[in-house]
């Protein structure tokens, strides 16, 4: 049984990797910097998103599509903070988005008006972690409600993500959480992750979050100019 | 790809569910009930787990199977809670526990020694839900800190769950989450979820759940004698 799934897995994997490629290119032809948020459920992603549009929409022409695996609420509820277009992606009970998504999706945005694109992944800590989706890079947001050991345990999205937002930060005075220790065994996962603390209810901490997103997408597109 | 991806799930799936035949099976001839714990990562399941030991092990001989992507961080947790053996399936990647890794446990439990065995599965809202495990019910361990609408977003766990548990309600008062509405998501999903309300942490509402248990393994028991 293990050994039917990793052949077929692999086979699923490299036709992923080939759409992969082809978001990777069409994007970069363009200038347009990308990101891929993965997640628990729950998170905040959805919420941290809402923040970013309104705080930075303005001045940096955001592009996102959002997958759910049923619904297409994150999309209504981001719609609402932006006059651009949200792409849903429903995955219809599948547990990750692929590249042939975002391949499919490109053609809905008009590239050359567009400064950065968020892609926001399934609430899930364990599959989306394995799908190139053709990002530049991704971002692990990890609320302080699930545990420090969560990077210990999945392990793999900690690796492949190069950012880290811990978010929820407003809850700390209530739980059991040490945010060092957290951060130590994120580190142990991936000694280059670069985090970032919010709160995307109180907007604690999140100038460094935009900070950072204005400066990527500057970065990002001057590399491909 | 996609129906590629369908047809060998389907085998992948009909050979899980032999399996689950035959742990229902066995577990059924030695009387012991059996709850499969499923949940976002960080729900707290583990917590819920350690005080449920803590409460009942002197009059409950539980079995637990605890279920993680790379460690075996819950099972040691639980070890320290019970006497009895705790078993840690390491999944190496995968994103839920299948029916042929409780199959392989089962031949470590003393089943008629055992009143009531916990699956606690990976942390993960979508692909647990599929597998059936041989289990005599699903439980749904949903955290206040997620958001009132995961039961409409994740749906497939809600339908397939018999018990649903809101988990650490001490947060209530610091977060902007509606329990009614929570709870009127969850019945749409699925309109006989029965419902617990918890703080793993605190102690509160436990008692309930308690009380759940101590009457499931007893009926569960005597349907089987």
Redesign the interface.
Known sequence: ?AV??ID?RE??MA?NDEFAVQVRDRLHAHGVPSLNLGS???SGKTSLLERTLDALGDNLRIAVVTG????Q??ADRLAAHTDRLVQAVVTG?A?HMDA?QIFTALDEIDLEDTDLMFVEN??????PA?WDLGEDAKVVIF?V???E??P?????MFERSDYCVIN?T??LP???FDIDRAVAYAREVNPDLRFFFTSA?TGDGLEDWYEFLTVFARVERAIRA
């Open positions: 049984m039917r799934r077929v086979k699923v036709k628990s459920p729950g759910d695996v049923q619904t609420n994150d009970g547990c042939r399934v609430g899930n800590l364990v599959c394995s609320s409600t699930e545990g050991d969560k210990l345990k999945y392990p793999r929820k407003d809850l209530y739980l059991p209810l």
